[in-house]
């Protein structure tokens, strides 16, 4: 069965023109938290000669002159944006691998005249019409051979977002344009051994001798191989993995000295990631806590702190009183923190919980515990995040980090969803 990787072009500028059509045709940069780089920029952006990981700072200027319009990331929007986009794939297809947060492998049957050139262009006229994304379709034989396929159907404007390697005649012609560095999972290191041995593309690389490739890249690189001679090596991962870790941190508006704030910003931080673990039906066993200054500091402060709870829990309270007890380890006066952070670790299902030997609580209290969260969850859901919290986090948090170009969250917020005057 042919498999599909489908990711769509440019997703946080495209997301953004989804939502604001003065945006469309006209060039876009997103930048991270606190406005500090450009993470992402569209196709008239790049034209401009702006890239990714840009300083803000330094281009603004250049930014404002040449009309490039601008949005701070907005990661609510693009989770959610993600979430319709899978929901839509894997409603035509039969199996589905989500990859990252705008990509997926997919599995398809062929149809009856072995072409799926139709059902390609049918699911990006669907993917259009119903979110207002551009996305491109490669297929092949194996993962491998669907990322090369995915990459021919976005460089090639004759292709208009959809190859098939598989069913094409001339594989090594298409082969031939891919260079050595696009090919997924060879890196900068080995490309550049590659180039120094004569191998500078992806038929180079196919027809080597696999010894001397078992030799350089170990089974690693013999199974990259087989893959793209389109024997199937990697399978599709339906099922996603249980996370080990969940990690809330973020920088701060403006560098803090005082212990007040930074106990605001990590109660946020406990309560963010214990909601976290419970939409992930997961109990944490351990927390770490974490601040540091800013790496340009002339004394460089960093420090962590870890505590280890008696039994699992995804309850705020708990994990919440553990985190505002270690605050006080991890805080020294006089140093600028710029960012901390929150770490759930070793995370285990909730349906298989292990009590004290000498119970603490009552099945009855457990019970309870989770109505209670499960109530606060559903509220903020509803009427959005925040709505309940806990009192330790203050009201004005003026730390929280810059965001002076964001968007409107259309697609979460009922308060925020655009009016269509007549």
């Given at each position: 069965?042919?498999?599909?990787?489908?990711?769509s072009?440019?997703?946080?500028?495209?997301?953004?023109?989804?939502?604001?059509?003065?945006?469309?045709?006209?060039?876009?940069?997103?930048l991270?938290?606190?406005?500090?780089?450009?993470?992402?920029?569209?196709?008239?952006a790049?034209?401009?000669?702006?890239?990714?990981?840009e300083?803000?700072?330094?281009?603004?200027?250049?930014v404002?002159?040449?009309?490039i319009?601008?949005r701070s990331?907005?990661?609510?929007?693009?989770?959610?944006?993600?979430?319709?986009?899978?929901?839509?794939?894997?409603?035509n297809?039969?199996?589905?691998?989500?990859?990252?947060?705008d990509?997926?492998?997919?599995?398809?049957?062929?149809?009856?005249?072995?072409?799926?050139?139709?059902?390609?262009?049918?699911?990006?006229?669907?993917?259009?019409?119903?979110?207002?994304?551009?996305?491109?379709?490669?297929?092949?034989?194996?993962?491998?051979?669907?990322?090369?396929?995915?990459?021919?159907?976005?460089?090639?404007?004759?292709?208009?977002?959809?190859?098939?390697?598989?069913s094409?005649?001339?594989?090594?012609?298409?082969?031939?344009?891919?260079?050595i560095?696009?090919?997924?999972?060879?890196?900068?290191?080995?490309?550049?051994?590659?180039?120094?041995?004569?191998?500078?593309?992806?038929?180079?690389?196919?027809?080597?001798?696999?010894?001397?490739?078992?030799?350089?890249?170990?089974?690693t690189?013999?199974?990259?191989?087989h893959?793209?001679?389109?024997?199937?090596?990697?399978?599709?991962?339906?099922?996603?993995?249980?996370?080990?870790?969940?990690?809330?941190?973020?920088?701060?508006?403006?560098?803090?000295?005082n212990?007040?704030?930074?106990?605001q910003?990590?109660?946020?931080?406990?309560?963010?990631?214990s909601?976290?673990?419970?939409?992930?039906?997961?109990?944490?066993t351990?927390?770490?806590?974490?601040t540091?200054?800013?790496?340009?500091?002339?004394?460089?402060?960093?420090?962590?702190?870890?505590?280890?709870?008696?039994?699992?829990?995804?309850?705020?309270?708990?994990?919440?009183q553990?985190?505002?007890?270690?605050?006080?380890e991890?805080?020294?006066?006089?140093h600028?923190?710029?960012k901390?952070?929150v770490?759930?670790?070793?995370?285990?299902?909730?349906e298989y919980?292990?009590?004290?030997?000498?119970?603490?609580?009552?099945?009855?209290?457990?019970?309870a515990?989770?109505?209670?969260m499960?109530?606060?969850?559903?509220?903020?859901?509803?009427?959005?995040?925040?709505?309940v919290?806990?009192?330790?986090?203050?009201?004005?948090?003026?730390?929280?980090?810059?965001?002076?170009?964001?968007?409107?969250?259309a697609?979460?917020?009922?308060?925020?969803?655009?009016?269509?005057?007549?």
């Amino acid at each position: 069965m042919p498999i599909a990787l489908i990711d769509s072009n440019n997703f946080y500028t495209s997301c953004e023109q989804s939502l604001d059509p003065s945006l469309i045709d006209r060039p876009l940069i997103v930048l991270s938290n606190n406005d500090s780089c450009v993470i992402a920029c569209n196709a008239q952006a790049k034209a401009l000669g702006i890239s990714r990981g840009e300083v803000y700072f330094k281009i603004h200027r250049k930014v404002k002159e040449l009309g490039i319009q601008v949005r701070s990331s907005n990661y609510a929007l693009y989770a959610d944006m993600s979430q319709r986009l899978m929901q839509t794939i894997e409603a035509n297809c039969e199996e589905l691998e989500v990859y990252s947060i705008d990509e997926a492998f997919a599995k398809i049957n062929y149809s009856i005249d072995h072409e799926l050139h139709s059902w390609a262009r049918r699911l990006r006229e669907i993917t259009y019409q119903r979110l207002g994304l551009a996305i491109a379709i490669g297929i092949g034989a194996t993962k491998s051979q669907a990322k090369l396929a995915n990459y021919l159907a976005k460089t090639t404007t004759s292709h208009a977002g959809v190859f098939d390697l598989k069913s094409t005649k001339d594989q090594d012609h298409w082969y031939q344009q891919i260079a050595i560095e696009n090919i997924w999972g060879i890196g900068h290191k080995f490309a550049y051994w590659c180039r120094m041995n004569g191998i500078r593309n992806a038929k180079h690389f196919r027809d080597m001798s696999s010894n001397k490739l078992k030799k350089k890249l170990g089974i690693t690189g013999l199974r990259l191989q087989h893959e793209l001679h389109g024997k199937q090596c990697l399978h599709l991962s339906v099922k996603a993995k249980p996370k080990q870790e969940t990690c809330v941190s973020k920088s701060f508006k403006y560098p803090i000295s005082n212990i007040e704030e930074l106990r605001q910003a990590i109660a946020s931080y406990t309560i963010r990631a214990s909601e976290k673990l419970r939409a992930q039906k997961q109990h944490a066993t351990a927390i770490t806590i974490f601040t540091r200054t800013s790496f340009y500091t002339p004394i460089f402060y960093s420090q962590s702190a870890t505590q280890r709870l008696t039994i699992a829990s995804s309850d705020t309270r708990v994990l919440l009183q553990a985190a505002l007890n270690l605050t006080a380890e991890i805080f020294r006066p006089n140093h600028l923190l710029v960012k901390a952070g929150v770490i759930m670790q070793g995370l285990l299902n909730e349906e298989y919980l292990q009590l004290h030997l000498l119970p603490e609580e009552k099945h009855t209290q457990i019970a309870a515990t989770e109505s209670l969260m499960e109530t606060i969850d559903n509220l903020n859901k509803r009427y959005g995040r925040n709505t309940v919290t806990w009192a330790i986090c203050g009201i004005n948090q003026n730390w929280e980090m810059s965001r002076k170009y964001l968007s409107a969250a259309a697609t979460t917020c009922l308060k925020e969803i655009p009016i269509v005057k007549t």
